[in-house]
């Protein structure tokens, strides 16, 4: 019987070797690249973290030398184009006139203060998915400024990266009252981001002792049914201390609106419509509606879409205003905090009960949780940076 000599095993162990020496090599080759690369995105996120603080902050501080506009700007010119035609508001002696009638001229104001006043001025209510903005008469003031700050913001980062700004003011913390401004692409999930808070321009008397004065009664009442929870079944006590907690929110969201109202609506829509609007009508001929009614109409028409909003002509526009956002804020705050009240009324209830807490601590807790539903003295400014190379 002959025996025959089978190799292939010898060389398949020889293709396995080969093959792994191979792929050492390779890796030595390869190794120094990878390095490079994750050392190069390092460097990139490093460059563009400092990039943005830097630029942020610099937004913040940036001050502007010459910064104007015109009050019912955009009004005057539909007035003057409807009177005269298209594109008579473009003239040179219109522009003059206008400029000299409600002209506006702030210098030496930093971006941030521009920047809050703008978002302050748009003042818009989202509500039964529809959106209405209250006060018209500064869109050449929101316009001016975000060509300032773009202009700025792309001498200061270059042709390297991509950016995105937003301001946004929320007075009443997660509801859709407020102002906002945006400029940029969408954000890539690469992207840096960086925000800070942002100072409003209006001063309110708005604080946490404010708010204390505000609810003593609700908070008194709320420390005498914890006094008494022994003697009282345990749901009956809950039950009343969130009554007494909802009453201090809606005081509070009542009270924050009329002071928002005072300090940015009812100083444009009443008091600069009345002086521009008397110096128009007499610039403008014939048998027109002022730009107050102008005003008034538009914003009416937005508010008559909400069911919400109940027209008094017996009121100033400020007064209808501040009763529909009390309305309105009042069912927002509430939405946005659901459940949470009977939680913070059952804990504190907890706590007193089992002598883990005395009720002044209590009383504390909800006055922390009811001031904390406002924020009506800031904006979150946030600026996004990408390269455009990644």
């Known amino acids: 019987m002959q025996m025959i000599k089978d190799t292939r095993g010898f060389s398949s162990s020889f293709d396995v070797l080969l093959f792994l020496m191979l792929v050492s090599v390779s890796a030595v080759l390869v190794l120094p ?8 995105l390092a460097l990139h996120d490093t460059n563009a973290a400092g990039h943005n603080s830097q630029v942020i902050k610099s937004l913040q501080n940036g001050r502007v030398d010459d910064f104007s506009y015109a009050v019912a700007g955009t009004q005057m ?65 929101r316009e ?21 700004v937003s301001v946004v003011w929320r007075p009443f913390r997660d509801v859709p009252i407020g102002g906002e401004t945006h400029m940029g692409p969408a954000v890539p999930d690469t992207a840096y981001v960086e925000s800070r808070w942002i100072t409003m321009p209006y001063r309110t008397e708005f604080t946490r002792y404010h708010v204390e004065g505000l609810i003593a009664e609700e908070l008194d009442a709320i420390g005498v049914n914890l006094g008494s929870a022994n003697e009282v079944p345990r749901e009956e006590t809950e039950e009343l201390i969130a009554g007494h907690i909802n009453d201090a929110i809606n005081k509070t969201v009542d009270e924050a609106v009329g002071t928002i109202v005072k300090m940015t609506i009812e100083k444009t829509i009443e008091k600069a419509q009345a002086a521009v609007n008397q110096q128009m009508d007499s610039v403008v001929p014939g048998d027109n509606p002022g730009i107050s009614d102008i005003i008034m109409d538009e914003v009416l028409a937005g508010l008559k879409d909400d069911p919400a909003f109940i027209e008094d002509a017996s009121l100033e526009l400020s007064e209808q205003i501040t009763g529909y956002m009390q309305e309105v804020a009042r069912e927002e705050v509430h939405a946005v905090i659901a459940g949470e009240v009977d939680v913070l009324a059952s804990g504190i209830t907890d706590q007193c009960v089992s002598n883990v807490a005395m009720v002044d601590e209590a009383k504390d807790e909800v006055l922390d949780y009811v001031f904390s539903r406002i924020d009506i003295s800031r904006a979150r400014m946030t600026m996004a940076l990408w390269d455009k190379n990644w």
């Open 33 to 40: 690249a990878m390095v490079d690369n994750i050392q190069l």
């Open 144 to 164: 001016n400024v975000d060509v300032q700050m773009r202009d700025y913001l792309e001498m200061q980062i270059g042709d390297r990266y991509n950016y995105n």
């Open 77 to 141: 010119d539909n007035l003057v184009n409807g009177t005269f035609g298209p594109g008579a508001a473009d003239s040179g002696f219109y522009q003059t006139g206008k400029k000299l009638v409600a002209g506006r001229e702030i210098n030496h104001k930093i971006f941030a203060d521009l920047a809050s006043e703008s978002v302050a001025s748009q003042f818009t209510i989202y509500h039964a998915d529809k959106s209405v903005r209250l006060n018209l008469l500064t869109d050449e003031y």
